[in-house]
């Protein structure tokens, strides 16, 4: 029997908008950061909201690569190093500026955000910022700063339905050339959370394990690598 893998939550997200998935609600949110890395929208800022594993991430981290293939300058900051003393001073001379998980900023680091935005705006440099929640409820102190993040385009990334999950895991595991029966994806589906970022760990799991081991994956096959307390934990992690 194969020793049973825990799944880690926090691996980097792909690149690319194509490997984004979508459904009718959230092909919205991604054709317009695109459409914004490509300068078809005029707007100078861009702001994305939505809960943990909703792809807030992948889209700022393909919105880097596309500004850096043409040739541009970019930067991405997680929202904890914002809150380090300098961290954000220069980066109006960027093409580019992406900040992400923004509810972790403090607020003694608001002010420095506030004249950041200032100064981007001066220079022409294009803001993508991503937090769990809107402007208006980050419980900024400073209410100039809650302004700023609003200036230009606001969206909430909503989580794929079951519908557009199901798609996507199926797409997941397909681009991995796997083979997983009907019977199989709805087993996932009972036994594991409906998160995006669970289920493309519980395939990235699958297809190391079965490469290694030259196995079709099966129900059996998931019970050995997935234990029950495994996927209990992972369900908490996950709400």
């Excluded at 300068?39 to 909201?49: C, K, M, P, V």
């Excluded at 993508?128 to 700023?148: C, F, M, N, V």
Aim: with cysteine; aromatic share 6%.
């Amino acid at each position: 029997m194969h020793p049973q893998m825990t799944l880690a939550l926090d691996t980097a997200p792909a690149t690319s908008f194509d490997s984004f998935h979508v459904d009718s609600e959230t092909s919205v949110v991604r054709d317009s950061v695109r459409a914004f890395t490509q300068g078809a929208i005029q707007d100078e800022q861009i702001y994305l909201s939505g809960d943990t594993g909703t792809g807030k991430s992948h889209l700022l981290s393909a919105a880097c690569q596309t500004f850096s293939h043409r040739g541009y300058r970019v930067a991405y900051l997680p929202g904890e190093m914002v809150n380090q003393r300098g961290a954000i001073e220069g980066m109006e001379q960027v093409d580019l500026l992406c900040i992400d998980d923004l509810q972790r900023l403090d607020r003694a680091s608001e002010v420095d955000l506030f004249h950041c935005i200032n100064r981007c705006r001066e220079s022409d440099t294009k803001l993508i910022i991503a937090a769990d929640r809107a402007p208006d409820e980050l419980g900024l102190k400073l209410k100039d700063l809650q302004t700023r993040l609003a200036w230009g385009l606001v969206f909430h990334l909503p989580a794929l339905s079951d519908e557009g999950l199901r798609h996507a895991f199926r797409r997941e595991i397909e681009a991995r050339s796997l083979e997983a029966s009907d019977e199989v994806l709805g087993y996932v589906f009972r036994r594991f959370p409906r998160s995006m970022s669970a289920l493309k760990q519980v395939v990235n799991t699958l297809d190391e394990v079965s490469l290694s081991e030259q196995r079709r994956i099966t129900i059996p096959f998931i019970k050995t690598i997935f234990g029950e307390a495994e996927r209990i934990a992972l369900s908490e992690r996950v709400r």
